[in-house]
């Protein structure tokens, strides 16, 4: 098997288990967006952790890079909190479709990424089909997909940021001045530390009565499968074909959440 199909079957397995990220609105019924968030990435960087460090002892890498890279991730997992609370987990997958456009679009231009004619049609033709995917079951059912403006506008904000994330982690990839384990161990590391401090101006007692048994499995699912084993498959994806083809996962996600989020 090709390193090709391998990076595909990540993309696919990565988007399905993405697409399960619309659990963490029912954290957001309870907890604030930065202490939901702050939740999720501790238990992140606990699983981490060990990865890193073993590949820290095998090769010593310059991680200061990484740091402005990981702080696009931050602000995505942010405004995606943010629009969360107030927009629908299906209208934020359909917004998230846009990614492999955007980054079609900028690639060429920061890391001169080829992107031919045909390969953004089928980018386009892939954005109809996500899109119809997405909206023509919640039209059957009478669901509300289209969410509200503010919270549309906040997620759209986060998009931008992964579009960005996924282009810079292309660069530093392919220039091989990082790895798929260091850039989404420093990612998570990074992310905790900014929601720990922003969490703790707004934790109230009453969180610590709320982590009943469903938002403790909810937060270790967010932790495990929605951080650590996304972003690692995504970074591998992104390292063995390209920063557009990994951002493709975007197209598979309204798939899968739409059935999860049902």
Known sequence: MSSRTKALLAIIVGSMLWATAGTAKILLQTFDPFTAAFFRFAVASVVILPFFLKERRQQKLSLLPLVPLALLSTGNVTFFYWGLRTTT?????????????????????????????????????????????????????????????????????????????????RHMLSSKRTTPVAMTAVSIFVSTVIFAIFSASRWQPTYVASLTVTNIVIIIQLGVFVTVATYLLLQWAIKHSSATTAALNQYLQPVFAVVFNF
């Open 89 to 169: 987990a299906n209208a934020t997958a359909i917004i998230y479709t846009i990614v492999p456009l955007v980054v079609a679009l900028v690639a060429p231009k920061l890391i001169k990424e080829q992107v031919t004619p045909k390969k953004l049609v089928g980018i386009m033709l892939g954005l109809v089909g996500a899109l119809f995917i997405a909206i023509l079951p919640a039209v059957e059912h009478g669901q509300h997909f289209s969410g509200d403006l503010g919270g549309n506008l906040l997620v759209l904000v986060a998009v931008l940021c992964w579009s960005g994330y996924t282009i810079g982690s």
